[in-house]
């Protein structure tokens, strides 16, 4: 927050805290159920970003993070400013720092989808407007809001939940390890040798009161979970790696898996997936997969961290 203009950046999930999380879920509840019946580009009744404009940034490819951004503008009333690196000077060697400077007098806000974490960090440095995390390499938090906005209306209560992922542990875990942290759920985590999350998220998280358990075995990971969660093997700019989908196999979410989850467990998968591969077409496309509801639920949480950015939203 800074001076007259009282605004907060969303990079990690810790900069909003457990009580800003619970509010941003409890209020994308809330303009979901209220938009009942209206059209996708009709604003909220309310439009509380009328006139604002936000800059999305795109240095690596987006579908999900790209339409509900812009989307959720529509809804709030607002507009969007779409670039990426081969339309604009990022692409030709400007810095992150005169990007942030020169954006922040033209746009109200800026969201970056990047690789390096200190990006980001970069732009939040020297951008005087809020500035929002739509992907780095090291954390995904606008995609873990939605995915616990989607397990509430599923019915289940975060306190003492117990989610097991499987794979690779990257940004998207590091990010729901922070989440348990804040929101008290427990977290068991199934990936081979060499591919483990980063230590500083698991203390993180254990810091915070969670439950880690890390394991290579992934039948422990499932058995009894509420939530059986899994990402792409290959993530996105990576070299297509035999040696990496070799060691992952073992731990591809499919029926057996989610037999050993509780018998109303979810399936999360923040998409784009490969079917096949880390997940069967008998989970992604079976009844408890509700990777549908996550896509939609950017839109509705994404929302909801716009409007605490601009310090619309307490706490």
């Known amino acids: 927050m800074t001076g007259a203009a009282r605004f907060r950046h969303f990079l990690d999930l810790g900069d909003a805290g457990g009580d800003a999380i619970a509010a941003m879920i409890n209020d994308a509840i809330d303009r979901k159920a209220g938009r009942a019946g209206l059209p996708k580009g009709a604003p909220d009744a309310d439009a509380p970003l009328s006139g604002k404009v936000?800059?999305?940034?795109?240095?690596?490819n987006s579908t999900r993070t790209r339409v509900s951004f812009d989307i959720a503008m529509r809804q709030l009333g607002g507009s969007v400013l779409i670039l990426d690196s081969g339309s604009s000077q990022l692409g030709r060697g400007e810095t992150i720092a005169d990007t942030a400077r020169v954006?922040?007098?033209m746009v109200d806000a800026i969201m970056l989808r990047t690789d390096d974490h200190a990006k980001i960090e970069d732009m939040a440095r020297h951008a005087c407007v809020p500035v929002i995390n739509g992907l780095t390499d090291r954390s995904h938090p606008c995609q873990i809001l939605a995915d616990l906005l989607t397990v509430i209306e599923h019915g289940k209560a975060l306190p003492g939940l117990e989610v097991a992922w499987?794979?690779?542990?990257?940004n998207v875990l590091h990010s729901i390890l922070e989440?348990?942290?804040?929101?008290?759920f427990n977290v068991r985590v199934a990936t081979p040798v060499g591919y483990e999350p980063d230590s500083a998220f698991v203390a993180l998280a254990r810091a915070g009161g969670a439950r880690v358990t890390l394991t290579q075995d992934a039948a422990e990971a499932a058995r009894g979970a509420d939530v059986i969660v899994t990402d792409t093997w290959i993530s996105m700019g990576q070299a297509h790696a035999e040696a990496k989908l070799a060691a992952m196999a073992p731990y591809q979410v499919n029926p057996y898996l989610m037999a050993l989850a509780k018998p109303d467990a979810v399936f999360l998968h923040?998409?784009?997936?490969?079917?096949?591969?880390?997940?069967?077409e008998e989970?992604?496309?079976g009844p408890q997969s509700v990777v549908f509801d996550e896509?939609?639920?950017?839109?509705?949480?994404q929302k909801s961290?716009?409007?605490?950015?601009?310090?619309?939203?307490a706490p």
């Open 54 to 60: 936000l800059a999305l940034v795109f240095e690596k």
């Open 103 to 105: 954006l922040s007098r």
């Open 166 to 170: 499987f794979g690779d542990g990257n």
């Open 179 to 184: 989440a348990a942290g804040l929101m008290k």
């Open 270 to 280: 923040c998409l784009p997936a490969h079917v096949g591969e880390e997940v069967s």
């Open 283 to 285: 989970v992604f496309e």
């Open 295 to 301: 896509a939609e639920n950017r839109i509705h949480a």
């Open 305 to 313: 961290v716009l409007l605490w950015s601009f310090g619309l939203l």
